[in-house]
């Protein structure tokens, strides 16, 4: 049976390790990320995601810088993205040591980008995150843009879309979750994993290792979380610990 | 430069800092949130005491008289978290202190009171002056910190310790980065980790990064090793932070222990700041402090005014005037520690010059360093106005807290303790 994977996820806005909660930015929890990933490496983590989620484009150039200087410190499987409108930066935030790139907006306003990165690539370097929003009507929706435009496409649509123009996986997050503390938007993640056959990782609102459970349960073959492996000594490694007890397969220390 | 709408920090404050859509700075936004009605501080403490009856069960199965470490200098939070921990949830805490060696004598005089007034045992390390000097010196030519080695100690010794005696618990008081800059939330219940202790308190060097640099040998940073990981699983330590779980309130505390433990803040102007209860222990800190002016700009001052403006004690002009008073000041103990380290004033000056950040200094016409910008230059404009707090009747410059906080119109009376009433130019070692 393959191996569940637990990933820390580190939300960088101007080259800083920034807490998000629904999209907004409400402190700066490290100044040089590369402090976290030295802890992460030695903490059993599997994977690390860095997404440059700066409100300016121009953030780009240092992303890069950042995202070379955490590969060097970075033993495990480095996914990079935000602000990839090109085939020249993805190819940079590659050569600067990312293994795999994570596209948004692109999916949407850019398809002939990703089917290209998919086929020069293949199909696992890259990765099809995903922003889902409850609206008032009940309704879900997909966004882009760092959660600013509707796409109007439902997540289960918006997944095989995705899975069509490229994707080897998708990184689910629900904008109403992020930071919010209250566990992945369970429903819409099951429905996700349902829908397609590429790995699907949960991400978006973790408060307690339960929750980790809880989204690999719903389907996910990745657990990830942000803000709260910064927060307390041993993080990821105590959330491997609960995953095991929990009985779910990880790949041990 | 950008300054937050409501206090008085510039966009490159330290730790680090985040201006929201409104122009308030994630301190702010933290200050605030301690009193959001959903905080629900009652429920809070329940988890405190619930960490507290695991420490004393596992104290108990350990076979071990002491059921966690407090950290203490001496100083206003020290004597609270003692006196909570001890009389109101009947702990036995180890205290341990890692020897600033340069003590004020207002600030040993209070460690001293700590001791005989909580009747709870002390651990004391004091690094050697030599080692001391050697990591001094090398820190400030690096980074401009000539602290380093208290504030690795004071989060590396407590471990050491506690893995030593096998102590299950460390409490901290409040989480100091968070309540300057914000830079946790309260809803994350942070505890201490390493990363925070590498990354702020030791400047991203870990003590064998600095082994052959100025002269500096293992010997010299052996305390500031931190325990591996698997002593620290192996005695299942942990350090929180009781800012968490308690409705922190500095001023109130300092004011309890004032009454209940006999603390004693200083009478004396000091250089930096008109605060007279905080940080008093620390002799190096005013020229820590300066040094933190002349890299990005501010001072304590700003982080004094700050806290009282968040407060409602202090209207945003009422601030402006102190820091417009004290940041700029050259601490009259600059010399002391100048000989300290065998430098001359004008070397420590040229030490500093490439360490200021661009963003706030630039050589004037006549080649000397003048500030580009200061809070005290903008106007209070529509932005500021939006985000006034609202004010409350315990003024700072008040009489009733004349003791407290300096006042130029109406200083505070003697006290008739010499260490209190005048400002000592030397430090203490021991």
Redesign the interface.
């Known amino acids: 049976m393959l191996k569940k994977r637990l990933i820390a996820v580190l939300i960088l806005r101007d080259g800083q390790v920034v807490q998000s909660v629904r999209f907004k930015h409400t402190n700066v929890i490290h100044y040089d990320a590369v402090h976290a990933v030295e802890c992460f490496n030695k903490w059993a983590v599997d994977e690390l995601v860095m997404l440059n989620v700066s409100p300016d484009a121009a953030s780009a150039k240092g992303f890069a810088e950042v995202v070379r200087n955490i590969s060097g410190q970075c033993f495990v499987p480095l996914s990079a993205g935000g602000w990839i409108t090109d085939a020249s930066y993805a190819e940079e935030l590659l050569r600067s040591g990312a293994d795999k790139l994570v596209l948004n907006t692109a999916f949407h306003t850019q398809p002939e980008l990703t089917q290209s990165l998919s086929a020069r690539y293949g199909r696992q370097c890259i990765v099809a995150s995903m922003d889902v929003k409850q609206h008032e009507s009940g309704q879900a929706t997909v966004m882009v843009n760092r959660g600013r435009d509707d796409t109007a496409i439902s997540p289960v649509e918006w997944a095989k879309q995705v899975v069509a123009l490229g994707a080897g996986e998708i990184f689910f997050n629900s904008i109403d979750h992020d930071g919010a503390r209250k566990g992945y938007n369970l429903p819409i993640l099951t429905e996700v994993c349902h829908a397609v056959d590429v790995p699907v990782i949960a991400f978006g609102g973790v408060f307690t290792w339960q929750h980790l459970v809880d989204g690999l349960n719903a389907g996910a073959q990745a657990a990830a979380a942000a803000n709260i492996f910064h927060y307390t000594e041993h993080s990821t490694r105590k959330a491997k610990r609960y995953l095991v007890e929990a009985g779910i397969p990880v790949r041990s220390e | 430069m950008r300054y937050c709408a409501r206090c008085l920090y510039p966009e490159n404050a330290k730790?680090?800092?985040?201006f929201?859509d409104e122009g308030v700075c994630?301190g702010c936004?933290?200050h605030e949130s301690r009193s959001r009605l959903e905080v629900d501080w009652a429920s809070r403490l329940g988890m405190l005491e619930q960490i507290l009856d695991e420490a004393r069960r596992m104290a108990k199965a350990r076979g071990n008289c002491h059921d966690c470490i407090i950290p203490v200098s001496g100083g206003k939070d020290s004597h609270y978290q003692v006196w909570l921990l001890k009389k109101k949830y009947g702990m036995n805490p180890l205290l341990v202190t890692f020897n600033h060696v340069y003590n004020s004598p207002a600030g040993l005089r209070n460690l001293s009171n700590l001791v005989e007034k909580s009747g709870c045992d002390l651990i004391r390390y004091t690094a050697g002056v030599d080692s001391v000097r050697r990591l001094s010196r090398f820190m400030l030519q690096t980074v401009g910190d000539l602290t380093w080695h208290y504030h690795g100690g004071i989060r590396t010794f407590p471990f050491q310790v506690a893995v030593k005696y096998n102590i299950p618990l460390i409490v901290w008081g409040e989480h100091g980065f968070a309540e300057l800059t914000?830079?946790?939330?309260l809803?994350?219940?942070?505890?201490?980790?390493?990363?925070t202790r590498?990354?702020h308190d030791m400047r991203?060097y870990e003590p064998h990064d600095l082994i052959g640099k100025g002269g500096i040998t293992l010997g010299d940073v052996a305390p500031y090793i931190y325990p591996s990981?698997e002593e620290?699983?192996k005695t299942e330590v942990?350090?929180i932070y009781l800012s968490n779980f308690v409705d922190w309130n500095a001023k109130e505390h300092a004011e309890l222990m004032i009454r209940e433990w006999d603390f004693a803040p200083v009478a004396y102007e000091r250089d930096r700041s008109f605060n007279l209860h905080a940080k008093i222990e620390d002799h190096a800190n005013d020229v820590h402090d300066y040094l933190k002016y002349l890299k990005f700009g501010y001072g304590r001052s700003t982080d004094d005014a700050s806290m009282e403006i968040r407060h409602g004690r202090m209207t945003r002009e009422e601030g402006i005037a102190q820091v417009a008073y004290y940041d700029h000041r050259e601490p009259r103990t600059l010399e002391t520690y100048c000989d300290f380290l065998g430098i001359s004033k004008t070397e420590f000056y040229a030490l500093v010059d490439n360490q200021r950040d661009p963003r706030i200094w630039a050589r004037d016409a006549s080649g000397a360093w003048a500030p580009l910008d200061s809070v005290c230059r903008h106007t209070i404009g529509e932005v500021e106005e939006k985000q006034r707090v609202k004010q409350v009747v315990d003024r700072t410059m008040s009489d009733a807290n004349r003791h407290l906080y300096y006042n130029l119109a109406n200083p505070p009376q003697p006290t008739g303790n010499p260490v209190l009433d005048v400002q000592s130019l030397k430090f203490n070692v021991m």
């Open positions: 730790p680090t800092i985040i929201d994630s936004r933290y914000g830079i946790v939330s809803e994350d219940f942070v505890e201490f980790t390493r990363w590498k990354e991203g990981d620290i699983e942990r350090g």
